[in-house]
C-alpha cells in the first residue's frame, strides 16, 4: 500500500448521513494520493493502516468540511453592467434592458472585443475570489460568444482554468442563451445553429453539459426541445435556465430529459417539482440573482422540500444578475432570502451541487471520494451561513495537496 497523510485532531461535517451535519466532534481523515480513504472518529482510526502512514497533520480541532462547490456560473465574459444597474435603480426592469438590446447582447459585444489573454486574465481572478472561500469545484457556462468561434473560445478559457489552477472546472455549452444581433429576427434559425455546432465543440472537449436559458425574454420550450435533443444525440447531460422570470413549463421538460438540474425556479409549478423529483433533477437556488434583480417571488421551497427534491445553493455570478464571487455569502442569503437552514445551505454548496453537475465523487468527506476539503476557523459548520463579509477559510485541500491561492 503507498503512503497514507493522517490529518488528525479535526471537527468533522462529513455530510455523509442524516445526522445532523454528518457530525464528528473528534475526527480524523486518511488521505492516499486524490483520495479519502478513511474519514471518522479517531478512535476508531483502522489500526490495519496506521503502520502505512507516512505524514500527520495536526489541525488543531478546526473545523472541516468537504470543498465548496459552485455549480452555477458565467464566469468567463468581458466588460461589466453597472451602468444597467444604475438604469434599474431607477426603475428600469431587467426585462425592458434586454428586449432595448442590452442585457445579455452587451455582455455578448464585450466578450466578442476582449482578447483570450484578457477573457483569461478576468475569468482567474474572478477564481481566485471563489477559491480564496474554499470552492474546490467550479461549473462555467458559455454564452457570451454566441458564434461558433467565440462560443469555443469562451469554452476553451474556462478548460484553460481548470488546466491553470488547483480546482476542477466542468464546461456547460449555454448557446441558447440570447439571440445574436446577426440572428436579429430569426429565432429558430439560431436554434438551428446552436445545435449544429454542438458536436464540434463536443469533439474538441469542450461540453460537459448543455444548458438553455427558457424564458418569454429567452427560448420557447420548443426552441428548448431542439437544443436538448442535440444534447441527447451526443450523450450529453442537459440542465436548465427554468422559470426565472416567468412559468414556462421549463422544469417539467427538462426533467423529461432527465436533466442534471433546473435552475433559478421562482415560478415552478407543483407540476415542475413532480417531474424533478421523478426524473432525480436537482434544484439550483440562487439567492444573489433574487437578491440583485429585487425579485419579490420566492421559488417554492417548502414544496421543494416536501417532495424531497434535493437544493443546491450557487453563485451565479454573471455581470447582469449577479456579479458576487462569494458563495460563503450565497449560503448566508439561501437562509436569509429563501428561509433554507443553514445545513442545507451547506449541503446545497458541497454534496448537492456536486450532483447537480452529475459528479457523485465528491462533496462528503467519505471513503472513496476525493481528498477536496476545508480547514475553517469556526467551531461549527452552522457558522459558514452567518458570517458574511469575512472569510473564515484557513487552509483548502485538493485532490490531496494543500494549494495556496
Ligand atoms: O443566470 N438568466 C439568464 N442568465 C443569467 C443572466 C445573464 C446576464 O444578464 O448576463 C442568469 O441570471
Ligand atoms: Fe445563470
Redesign the pocket.
Known sequence: MSALTLWRNAKLATLTSNTPWGWVANGALLTQGARIVWAGDAAALPTAQTPHIQNEVDLGGALLTPGLVDC?T?LV?GGQ?AAEFELRLQGAS?EEI?RAGG??RS?VAATRAASDADLLASATRRAQSLMAEGVTTVEIKS??GLSEADEARCLRVARTLGETLPFTVRTTYLGA?AVPPEFAGRTDDYIDAVCAWLPALQRQGLVDAVDA?C?NI?FTPAQTRFVFEAARALGLPVKL?AE??SDQGGAALAAEFGALSC??LEHLNEKGIRAMKAAGTVAVL?PG?YYFLRDTKLPPIDALRAHGVPMAIAT?H?????PGLSLLLMLNMACTLFRLTPEEALRGATVNGARALGLHDRGTLAAGQRADFCVWDLDHPHELAYWFGHNPCRRTIVGGLERTV
Do not use: C, K, M, V
Open positions: 452555477h458565467h465574459y453592467r431587467y434586454a442585457g445579455i455582455t454564452g457570451y442563451h436559458f424564458e429567452g435556465h426565472q422570470l435552475d433559478h440562487l440573482a451565479d454573471n455581470p447582469g444578475t449577479s
